[in-house]
């Protein structure tokens, strides 16, 4: 059994791109969701994906933007980058319904110059 | 909506001490509650959870954590601990029903002492 996994590990943007964050989640899970870690914060919800279909979000702005594929893998897709979204992006998958837990991929520490 | 409160933002502890990393939530609606640990350069791992029954739930590692309803807290504890402990300790909550949005506390750093 795989776990979560994230890519890539580093990422090294400028002000104004757009960046592709990739996420992989354990077998057998249905359910995603993306937290934005910043540096000596504690993680902060971005949405959670489930059947392809956002369901639920944080307090992000629409340029922060996701996706789910059939085989429950994920996209974080961030516009117009600015300095501070410079964080480490967290993937975690589930199973959907009750107190299932989520499982954490290592992140993808994203830096925005 | 949901608060989670770690007032102590490091906890220095010397090996084989016991230690005490605390969590208030506050909420309006039922919630679980999970205690993470974050090694430098890792994603989070799940040391315990608790749903229903049961007050005192025991983790991975040796830690264990009670659940005070009255007190909204959620405190983790560990009777012995070992070098390598030292990491940063999160505490979440999640509602029972609905999204799976998880508030996370602000994070306690756990420095074990030789």
């Known amino acids: 059994e795989t776990g979560v996994t994230q890519s890539p590990t580093h990422l090294i943007k400028t002000r104004g791109q757009q960046v592709t964050l990739r996420c992989s989640s354990q077998?057998?899970?249905?359910?995603v969701s993306w937290y934005q870690q910043a540096l000596g914060q504690g993680p902060q919800f971005i949405f959670q994906y489930y059947r392809e279909e956002e369901n639920g979000r944080g307090n992000f702005p629409p340029r922060f933007s996701g996706l789910q594929f059939p085989n429950y893998s994920s996209e974080l897709n961030v516009n117009a980058l600015e300095l501070d979204d410079s964080a480490l992006y967290l993937c975690a998958s589930s199973l959907w319904g009750g107190g299932s837990e989520q499982y954490f991929g290592p992140g993808t520490r994203l830096t925005v110059t | 909506a949901q608060s989670v409160t770690q007032l102590d933002s490091q906890v220095p502890v010397f090996e084989e001490a016991p230690v005490e990393l605390r969590c208030n939530y506050s909420s309006s609606v039922s919630v679980y509650l999970f205690w993470y640990v974050q090694y430098p350069n890792q994603g989070l791992q799940l040391l315990l959870k608790?749903?229903?029954?049961?007050?005192l739930v025991k983790g991975i590692n040796g830690f264990e954590a009670e659940f005070n309803k009255s007190q909204t807290s959620f405190h983790l504890r560990k009777p012995s601990v070992h070098i390598s402990d030292t990491a940063e300790y999160f505490c979440?909550?999640?509602?029972?029903?609905?999204?799976?949005?998880?508030?996370f506390g602000t994070g306690t750093r756990l420095k074990v002492l030789a």
């Open positions: 979440a909550v999640r509602p029972t029903s609905g999204t799976y949005k998880y508030i």
């Open positions: 077998s057998g899970h249905n359910t």
């Open positions: 608790y749903l229903s029954g049961s007050t």
